[in-house]
């Protein structure tokens, strides 16, 4: 069964204390990780697709990184407002022509001035 | 820019009630998607639509339906509000097998 699982549930850090997030995954024959960021009491917002090992996305602070088991976004010298939760997400194997997701619960991060 | 709006940003409704739920986008998309997000258990897909009068169930399509009669608008329907319903409803869209762009959100309490 296709499923991901994001760690930590919640981050705290200082301003410009740099971390990572992960995303881990198994899905048989990956078609593409989704991040998102998501602000309290908002929809969620795009950040990048990764669709094959060793591929990396950049904005801002964030880096996005791919391998064969996970995905970690990078955050650089954080500052408060990337506080949010970050949401990862993968397609599933699904043989229609449409595009459906799973979704992991998310990462809280917390950025403190 | 992908708008993707959603009729309501709260909403309070009394068990029993039939609420609609009404999504629009502005960017042409074949597909359209409901969620709900609950803390602890992330974004569930209710229902999705790959065209327009098409409909495919997710994973917790249980108590609610859906309308896709216009290519640009999709509708979710709680045919009879439930307590457990309570929860943040997210739409979103997407032209085809790339990313999905959500909808705000609706904030949906029942009594």
């Known amino acids: 069964e296709d499923q991901v699982t994001q760690s930590p549930e919640a981050l705290r850090l200082q301003e410009g204390e740099s971390s990572s997030l992960n995303c881990s995954y198994t899905?048989?024959?990956?078609?593409?990780l989704f991040w998102y960021r998501q602000d309290p009491g908002k929809g969620p917002e795009f950040l990048f697709t990764?669709?094959?090992a060793g591929e990396e996305k950049e904005k801002e602070r964030l880096k996005a990184t791919l391998t064969k088991k996970e995905s970690f976004l990078h955050i650089t010298a954080p500052k408060p407002e990337d506080s949010a939760t970050y949401l990862c997400?993968?397609?599933?194997?699904?043989?229609?022509?449409?595009?459906?997701?799973?979704f992991g619960t998310g990462t809280l991060l917390a950025v403190q001035p | 820019d992908v708008k993707v709006t959603q009729s309501s940003r709260y909403l309070v409704k009394r068990t029993g009630e039939k609420v609609f739920l009404e999504c629009v986008q502005d960017?042409?998309?074949?597909?359209m998607f409901w969620y709900r997000q609950d803390p602890g258990l992330g974004l569930r897909l209710i229902y999705f639509?790959?065209?327009?009068?098409?409909?495919e169930k997710g994973d917790i399509p249980e108590g609610y339906s859906v309308s896709r009669e216009k290519k640009e608008r999709f509708s979710l329907i709680l045919e009879s509000a439930s307590t457990n319903q309570t929860s943040m409803y997210l739409c979103?869209?997407?032209?085809?097998?790339?990313?999905?762009?959500f909808g705000p959100g609706t904030r949906l309490l029942v009594l």
């Open positions: 990764l669709y094959s």
């Open positions: 899905v048989s024959g990956l078609r593409g």
């Open positions: 960017m042409d998309h074949e597909n």
């Open positions: 997400a993968v397609r599933e194997n699904y043989g229609g022509a449409t595009n459906k997701l799973i």
């Open positions: 639509s790959y065209d327009v009068k098409m409909k």
């Open positions: 979103a869209s997407t032209p085809g097998k790339e990313t999905q762009y």
